[in-house]
């Protein structure tokens, strides 16, 4: 009897304007395609997208064959799960509709066979500075998003594409946005005081892959991006290990 397994990505960054983008979906679709049949879930754990702006009756071009795929991987009745990362905040229901994905909001605290896993992108988790409480206010604010849809599409993703490259190159660092701090880093303390007992802690965002021990015994592992590393976690019911997708 085949292990059901179960996979963690994050931070694949589709369509980033400032590297080459059809390597990045060719490296995702390479992946997609080397899951095998026992495959039981993906959880896409936030930025899949670089930046995702959704219309009610208009999605954006591109990424047509990862669409498409995970389409084909539901359709073979694999669940799939998604969190909004900050780069893809505004999906309003094509997924869930159209692909059949679950979006999920995080922390999510799950049992999968056994272990209790807490999910989530990982952005605005613990201690988050002032400044980015603002924007993730005004990102999520209704009315904002309302007065962002009526602008003309050509406007819309030009300021989104343009805000998503200035993100990343902000605070240092061509490659990323953050400087993963270790313990000291808000989402570590954020995992070491959970209130709840979670086996493994699996979060996105910071583009930085590392596993750490928790005081509670428990670990978290911090998946990396696309861009760089393509890494993933995969757990089988007993093991949960963490590992580089190698582009065959
Ligand atoms: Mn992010």
């Given at each position: 009897m085949l292990k059901n397994l179960y996979y963690f990505v994050s931070d694949?960054?589709?369509?980033?304007?400032?590297?080459d983008a059809s390597q990045v979906e060719k490296r995702f679709m390479g992946f997609l395609n080397s899951l095998?049949?026992?495959?039981r879930a993906l959880y896409?754990?936030?930025?899949?997208?670089?930046f995702w702006y959704e219309y009610k009756y208009v999605i954006p071009r591109g990424h047509t064959r990862v669409l498409g795929k995970l389409a084909e991987l539901r359709d073979k009745g694999i669940d799939i799960y998604f969190f909004r990362g900050n780069h893809d905040i505004?999906?309003?229901?094509y997924f869930e509709k159209e692909l059949g994905i679950k979006v999920l909001q995080q922390p999510y605290v799950v049992d999968i066979e056994g272990q209790t896993f807490c999910l989530g992108h990982?952005?605005?988790?613990g201690y988050t500075p002032l400044g980015f409480r603002i924007i993730r206010w005004i990102f999520n604010n209704r009315v904002i998003q309302a007065l962002f849809s009526s602008l003309h599409p050509r406007i819309a993703f030009s300021l989104g594409y343009n805000w998503s490259k200035h993100s990343r190159l902000a605070s240092g660092g061509k490659k990323s946005q953050y400087i993963f701090r270790g313990e000291d880093e808000p989402i570590y303390k954020y995992a070491s005081s959970f209130p709840e007992k979670v086996d493994h802690f699996i979060f996105g965002h910071f583009h930085t892959p590392v596993r750490m021990e928790l005081p509670s015994g428990g670990d978290m592992i911090v998946l990396g991006d696309w861009v760089n590393g393509c890494e993933y976690a995969l757990y089988d019911g007993e093991q949960l290990t963490f590992s580089r997708y190698e582009v065959v």
């Open positions: 694949v960054h589709l369509g980033l304007r400032a590297s095998p049949e026992n495959t896409l754990l936030g930025d899949i997208f670089d505004w999906a309003y229901g990982g952005d605005g988790l």
